[in-house]
T-cell receptor, first 118, second 120 residues
Framework: DTGVSQDPRHKITKRGQNVTFRCDPI?????LYWYRQTLGQGPEFLTY????????KSRLLSDRFSAERPKGSFSTLEIQRTEQGDSAMYLC????????????????FGEGSWLTVV | AQKITQTQPGMFVQEKEAVTLDCTYD???????LFWYKQPSSGEMIFLIY??????QNATEGRYSLNFQKARKSANLVISASQLGDSAMYFC?????????????????FGQGTILTVHP
């Protein structure tokens, strides 16, 4: 499978614990995005990486959230001191892009990581 | 700011019939892109079709076509010959230019989604 893969697919954690999600983008894709999706809503942008540089963070990304893409390949999203409001699906997406456009005008998403904070 | 509106929370269609899912958008940008994604219960966002703001012809991909009316700022998805496997959530999204870190990229803004149910 050469698509975007995310791990774990499901995570149940107690409030106050830390969790980390991993995303492996499509090989050679220089752009990587994290989105958050709550039940009944569309995904909302969290952060964007171009290669290893994190170029934008949404205001939704509080200081308890940190994302990295150390070698410009896989990325991790860590949530510290989880709260019940963090319960959502965290989607990773990748694309091969230059400037405004993506190659093939396609942004590929993974299957998401479901987080439940109890 | 960009905004996507999907006014149909749910739609029902008979198998083999065609169905139109509505999407309107609001932007002041001249250059933008419009996407439709399908999200089955498994959660994965599956890319269906893309329309660029300067494309003069409506995009088509197999059974999917995008009815793009730029003056009305609408980008409706038409699914022909519906199949049971088409039952899913469908999202319309717009890519807009964002300048960040000395470069630019396209950020997606999604609508609320429409749940499509295909009846046998």
């Amino acid at each position: 499978d050469t698509g975007v893969s995310q791990d774990p697919r499901h995570k149940i954690t107690k409030r106050g614990q830390n969790v980390t999600f991993r995303c492996d983008p499509i090989s050679e894709h220089n752009r990587l995005y994290w989105y958050r999706q709550t039940l009944g809503q569309g995904p909302e942008f969290l952060t964007y990486f171009q290669n290893e540089a994190q170029l934008e963070k949404s205001r939704l990304l509080s200081d308890r959230f940190s994302a990295e893409r150390p070698k410009g390949s896989f990325s991790t999203l860590e949530i510290q001191r989880t709260e019940q409001g963090d319960s959502a699906m965290y989607l990773c997406a990748s694309s091969l892009g230059h400037g405004f456009s993506e190659s093939g005008n396609t942004i590929y998403f993974g299957e998401g990581s479901w987080l439940t904070v109890v | 700011a960009q905004k996507i509106t999907q006014t149909q929370p749910g739609m029902f269609v008979q198998e083999k019939e065609a169905v139109t899912l509505d999407c309107t958008y609001d932007t002041s940008d001249q250059s933008y892109g419009l996407f439709w994604y399908k999200q089955p219960s498994s959660g994965e966002m599956i890319f269906l079709i893309y329309q660029g703001s300067y494309d003069e012809q409506n995009a088509t991909e197999g059974r999917y076509s995008l009815n793009f009316q730029k003056a009305r700022k609408s980008a409706n998805l038409v699914i022909s010959a519906s199949q049971l496997g088409d039952s899913a959530m469908y999202f319309c999204a717009m890519r807009a230019i964002v300048n960040a870190g000395g470069t630019s990229y396209g950020k997606l803004t999604f609508g609320q989604g429409t749940i499509l149910t295909v009846h046998p």
